[in-house]
């Protein structure tokens, strides 16, 4: 295949040149299907589960109904005779007997093969020459377009984006139907092929920002996109190991991803996955929720509030709590009941790392239970073992208390890159207070800093710490102001 770029003249050498690439003999799910017209002869490639069965039985059967590849019913030849090149000739086939609205011819063999490949029917047709027709009459296996799991809202949409990329962009498009909004279509993987399509509004977005994430997608060298979003995540951006924070916000909810697009944002929709690339990222739209826009201004602002609180809380409450145990002298009298009249059996700052990873355990746990039982079975686990602990004096009441308050303060933001990146830092925190106190909690502050300012994006011209780095006053007020939207 990479020797041979070009079909030949010969109908029957094509015909045995797409046999020794796609080996129909070999493989069950290719269909090799040949079609006497009048004279001439076709032959059909596609693989099934691929293709609606209604659509090609019709077609077949309005192809094999003419009486010739170049008459219709009634025996014209109309474009075909008058046409003097092969090529002229295909098109005025298609034009005049492929009823259908995907079709497309083509000479080059690469382009054959992606396509069929990837769902689409190939023609061969003994009067085409090297040229080959394409129907895109494909259709994918998708679930229903449902909620997504890790994305509710009590208000609003229910629907959300499936695996199917076709199904995503329709998604959008049906929320906003303005023709600024532009579908760039890329493939990526010398052997998946993977679709991928970069979405922007042509009249909002920054073009010069959309052509450099063009530009990097192109210069993607891969042999695949195994793992979808995250296979392309880590050939977008150089990985730093150190750096947990997230890189990339996704979303699977068409509204938010709608929404974004209005504000001048991009998307990349990569094909086999639900979730949608939000370009560019800060660290501060992790903490945007679409439930603050299906709320009343005042509602709305309460909720990212509250947020906003409790992710640094979730952060620095326990390792400052540890701090101020370690130093008493540091607590004001109406503090006095924060330090614990226990003491356990191991040292305190054991036991907070080992409730951190007992919480981890649970929830990987509650992942790979059946649905029925996961609820109650990471509940019933976590009381269970959380008062055998204490009963027998591995922990103290104070420590399950506030690392149970951490466990679900993760869950007020829906990203699980940021919540396991806050679990580091709070880890590391602890550790630094423990060994070198209050230097070590300061220490451990400015190395979050570093991390934060140093952390590699998708960003261009935007900070990480955008709309703090560089400040912008109005749209670090709408972090935590849910202002009325006006037409």
């Given at each position: 295949?990479?020797?041979?770029?070009?079909m030949?003249g010969?109908?029957?050498?094509?015909?045995k040149?797409?046999?020794s690439?796609?080996?129909p003999?070999k493989?069950?799910?290719?269909?090799?299907?040949?079609?006497t017209?009048?004279?001439?002869?076709l032959m059909?490639?596609?693989?099934d589960?691929f293709v609606?069965?209604?659509?090609?039985?019709k077609?077949m059967?309005?192809?094999?109904?003419?009486?010739?590849?170049?008459?219709g019913?009634?025996?014209k030849?109309?474009d075909?005779?008058?046409?003097?090149?092969v090529?002229?000739r295909?098109?005025?086939?298609?034009?005049?007997?492929?009823?259908y609205?995907?079709t497309?011819?083509t000479?080059d063999?690469?382009?054959?093969?992606?396509?069929?490949?990837?769902?689409a029917t190939?023609?061969?047709?003994?009067a085409?020459g090297?040229?080959?027709?394409?129907i895109?009459?494909r259709t994918y296996?998708?679930?229903?377009?449902?909620?997504?799991?890790?994305?509710?809202?009590?208000?609003?949409?229910?629907?959300?984006?499936v695996?199917?990329?076709?199904f995503?962009?329709?998604?959008i498009r049906?929320?906003?139907?303005?023709?600024?909004?532009?579908?760039?279509?890329?493939?990526?993987g010398k052997?998946?092929k993977?679709d991928v399509?970069?979405?922007f509004?042509?009249?909002?977005?920054d073009?010069?920002y959309?052509d450099?994430?063009k530009?990097?997608?192109?210069?993607i060298?891969?042999?695949?996109?195994t793992?979808g979003?995250?296979?392309?995540a880590?050939?977008?951006i150089k990985q730093r190991?150190?750096n947990?924070?997230?890189?990339?916000?996704?979303?699977e909810r068409?509204?938010?991803?709608?929404?974004?697009?209005?504000?001048?944002s991009?998307?990349?929709i990569?094909d086999?996955?639900?979730?949608?690339?939000?370009?560019?990222?800060?660290?501060f739209d992790f903490?945007?929720?679409?439930?603050?826009?299906?709320?009343p201004p005042l509602?709305?602002?309460?909720i990212?509030?509250?947020?906003?609180?409790?992710?640094f809380?979730?952060?620095?409450m326990?390792p400052?709590?540890?701090?101020?145990?370690?130093h008493?002298?540091?607590?004001?009298?109406?503090l006095?009941?924060i330090?614990?009249?226990?003491?356990g059996r191991?040292?305190?700052?054991?036991?907070?790392?080992l409730?951190e990873?007992i919480?981890?355990g649970l929830?990987m746990a509650s992942?790979?239970t059946?649905?029925?039982?996961?609820n109650s079975l990471s509940?019933?686990?976590g009381?269970?073992?959380?008062?055998?602990?204490?009963?027998?004096?591995?922990?103290?009441?104070e420590?399950?208390?506030?690392?149970?308050f951490?466990?679900?303060?993760?869950f007020?933001?829906?990203?699980?890159?940021?919540g396991?990146?806050?679990?580091?830092?709070?880890i590391?925190?602890?550790?630094?207070t423990?060994?070198?106190?209050a230097?070590?909690?300061a220490?451990?502050?400015l190395?979050?800093?570093?991390?934060?300012l140093?952390n590699k994006?998708v960003?261009?011209?935007?900070?990480?710490?955008?709309p703090?780095i560089p400040?912008?006053?109005?749209?670090?007020?709408?972090?935590?102001?849910?202002?009325?939207?006006?037409?």
């Open positions: 295949m990479e020797e041979i770029k070009r030949t010969d109908y029957r050498e094509n015909v040149l797409i046999d690439i796609l080996h003999q493989n069950f799910d290719i269909i090799k299907k040949p079609l017209v009048g004279d001439g002869e059909l490639y596609f693989i589960g609606k069965d209604a659509v090609m039985q077609l059967m309005h192809l094999v109904s003419l009486e010739g590849l170049g008459a019913s009634k025996g030849s109309d075909w005779e008058k046409s003097a090149a090529g002229q295909v098109a005025a086939f298609i034009h005049a007997h492929i009823p609205v995907e497309d011819a000479s063999l690469d382009s054959m093969i992606q396509m069929m490949m990837s769902g190939l023609v061969l047709g003994s085409f090297e040229y080959g027709v394409i895109d009459a296996p998708a679930r229903d377009t449902g909620e997504p799991e890790g994305d509710k809202v009590m208000r609003g949409a229910r629907d959300g984006f695996e199917t990329l076709i995503n962009t329709a998604l049906r929320r906003i139907r303005n023709p600024a909004l532009t579908m760039s279509y890329l493939s990526i052997s998946s993977t399509v970069v979405c509004m042509s009249d909002r977005a073009l010069k959309v450099s994430i530009e990097k997608l192109k210069g060298k891969t042999d695949s996109l793992l979003h995250e296979s392309l880590e050939c977008l190991w150190y947990p924070f997230p890189k990339i916000r996704y979303t068409p509204d938010s991803a709608a929404a974004q697009l209005l504000e001048g991009v998307l990349v990569c086999n996955t639900p979730q949608v690339m939000v370009l560019p990222t800060s660290i903490m945007q929720e679409t439930n603050d826009f299906y709320f509602t709305g602002t309460y990212r509030i509250v947020r906003h609180v409790v992710f809380l979730a952060l620095y326990v400052l709590w540890y701090l101020l145990v370690m008493p002298q540091f607590i004001p009298d109406w006095e009941f330090v614990p009249r226990e003491v191991l040292p305190l700052v054991a036991q907070l790392l409730v990873f919480i981890d929830r992942l790979n059946p649905n029925m039982l996961s509940v019933v686990g009381l269970i073992l959380g008062d055998f602990a204490v009963s027998i004096g591995w922990l103290i009441p420590v399950i208390l506030y690392m149970a951490v466990a679900i303060a993760n007020t933001q829906r990203s699980y890159e940021l396991y990146a806050i679990k580091f830092m709070r590391i925190l602890l550790v630094l423990a060994i070198f106190g230097w070590g909690f220490g451990g502050s190395l979050i800093l570093v991390l934060l140093t994006t960003n261009g011209k935007r900070s990480y710490l955008y703090l400040f912008d006053f109005k749209a670090f007020k709408s972090l935590f102001v849910r202002v009325r939207k006006y037409d």
